[in-house]
């Protein structure tokens, strides 16, 4: 299957830095990426759907100016979680799929990055 | 927009048994079903998935069925084995659209 990364596995940083997490896909072109978060024990919270040369769609109730998404390449999407706070400690998932049917709708998942803000 | 519930929210099973976790969603032109196994710490796994247009689905040990009458989707685990454990995970989304709605997931523990 198609593989996706993310960069870092895991950060801590103080409160009111900005954190930027990478999510690249290796073997395949994405024309969309989603961006997840998951609480512990919690199931998985779309936030956004960044897609290449375009603005990203948020969720709602996801703040846009907080949570900054650039798709700036089909093998690479960013997140940066800006003037990070302890409420915003969690664990970040990109996912992806290239648009080819027939693994159209199959998303593939990078390994999470482990956000701590102190 | 889309809603998925998944019940139980826990499931415990001796080795051997079977297990099964259901799901059901709102949205008529949702047309594809994915589960997914997500281990502590690691990311979210396809096991197996299953298009509105097949009843069912079986790899092995596992099987997906669906209804789209009713809008619900099953997960059946046979012979179940301790590697099993972990969370589960149905969603459902709509054909080219890609975004998917996740149910809130069936924690599985298999006793040896």
């Known amino acids: 299957g198609a593989v996706v990364s993310q960069h870092p596995s895991w950060v801590i940083c103080k409160s009111g830095t900005s954190v930027k997490i990478e999510c690249r896909s290796l073997?395949?072109?994405?024309?969309?990426m989603f961006w997840y978060r998951q609480f512990p024990k919690q199931s998985l919270m779309l936030m956004a759907t960044?897609?290449?040369?375009?603005?990203?769609?948020?969720e709602q109730g996801v703040e846009k100016d907080k949570f900054l998404i650039n798709h700036a390449s089909l093998t690479l999407s960013t997140l940066t979680v800006t003037s990070a706070h302890p409420e915003d400690s969690s664990f970040y998932i990109c996912?992806?799929?290239?648009?080819?049917?027939?693994?159209?709708?199959?998303?593939?998942f990078g390994p999470g990055t482990r956000l701590t803000v102190l | 927009g889309e809603n998925v519930e998944q019940h139980p929210s826990t499931l415990s099973v001796q080795e051997g048994d079977s297990a099964v976790i259901k799901c059901t969603y709102s949205?008529?032109?949702?047309?594809?079903f994915p589960w997914y196994k997500q281990e502590l710490g690691k990311r979210p796994q396809l096991i197996i998935d299953?298009?509105?247009?097949?009843g069912e689905k079986k790899d092995q040990r596992i099987a997906v069925t669906l209804n789209k009458t009713a809008k619900h989707f099953s997960l059946h685990i046979t012979e179940t084995q301790p590697e099993d454990s972990a969370v589960y995970f149905c969603?459902?989304?709509?054909?080219?659209?890609?975004?998917?709605?996740f149910g809130d997931g069936t924690t599985l523990t298999v006793k040896p």
């Open positions: 949205d008529s032109a949702s047309n594809y």
């Open positions: 996912s992806a799929y290239s648009g080819s049917t027939p693994q159209y709708n199959e998303q593939f």
């Open positions: 299953i298009r509105s247009n097949v």
């Open positions: 960044s897609n290449e040369g375009s603005k990203a769609t948020y």
């Open positions: 969603a459902a989304s709509r054909t080219n659209a890609g975004k998917s709605t």
């Open positions: 073997d395949f072109q994405a024309t969309t």
